[in-house]
């Protein structure tokens, strides 16, 4: 079976807007508010969900910088691996980072993929019921932002080549990112394993 890909736009962004995610979102608050709303927000935070504060087994705001790369995907969604929920997964090879994330059509809305400073991946999108309430006029991501969108931002590890970076749709609804390692980098790593095999 062929594999559909579609290309998505990576934006680059210069600098962090001061009053860019600047309402942090808290455990009571989230609760209350998942609590209260309807079955389409509530499957954009689920626990198994690239958007969810619980993704990574305790509640982290997913409008902070989390260092994905750093932790195995294994160690961190154990839970959801167990119970055979997860959606999302990552990994890294000699030559490159790698996300992915099923996403339904409603997270799909509007998705927005950018670099902040080359050292932010961010990805976020509008709840559809929001723009179609027509309320797109406003900078959603200054206030409450968890009520009109959703987000996930990574912290980009220092060898990733940001400027390389690819994000791409697989077959209508995994979000595939991939960020290769710096040449550079790479270079330093096959000279001193050279080296190492003279030395031998």
Request: no cysteine; charged share 30%; proline share 3%.
């Amino acid at each position: 079976m062929a594999t559909s890909k579609q290309q998505l736009e990576v934006h680059k962004e210069d600098h962090h807007t001061p009053s860019k995610w600047s309402v942090s979102l808290g455990e009571e608050v989230f609760r209350k508010f998942v609590g209260q709303a309807n079955s389409a927000v509530q499957t954009v935070f689920g626990d198994d969900s690239l958007f969810s504060p619980l993704l990574f087994g305790k509640f982290f705001d997913p409008a902070d910088a989390f260092p994905l790369w750093e932790f195995e995907s294994d160690l961190l969604l154990s839970n959801l691996r167990i119970s055979g929920k997860s959606s999302v997964d990552w990994f890294q090879t000699d030559q490159e980072y790698v996300l992915q994330a099923e996403l339904l059509e409603a997270w799909r809305n509007a998705l927005q993929i950018s670099i902040e400073d080359g050292k932010v991946l961010e990805i976020s999108g509008q709840l559809k019921e929001q723009q179609r309430e027509g309320k797109t006029t406003f900078d959603w991501r200054r206030v409450n932002w968890w009520e009109h969108g959703y987000v996930r931002r990574l912290e980009l590890p220092e060898d990733a080549d940001w400027s390389r970076m690819e994000a791409r749709m697989k077959n209508d609804h995994v979000l595939e990112i991939k960020i290769p390692k710096s040449e550079t980098n790479e270079g330093i790593e096959s000279n001193s394993k050279d080296n190492s095999d003279e030395d031998a």
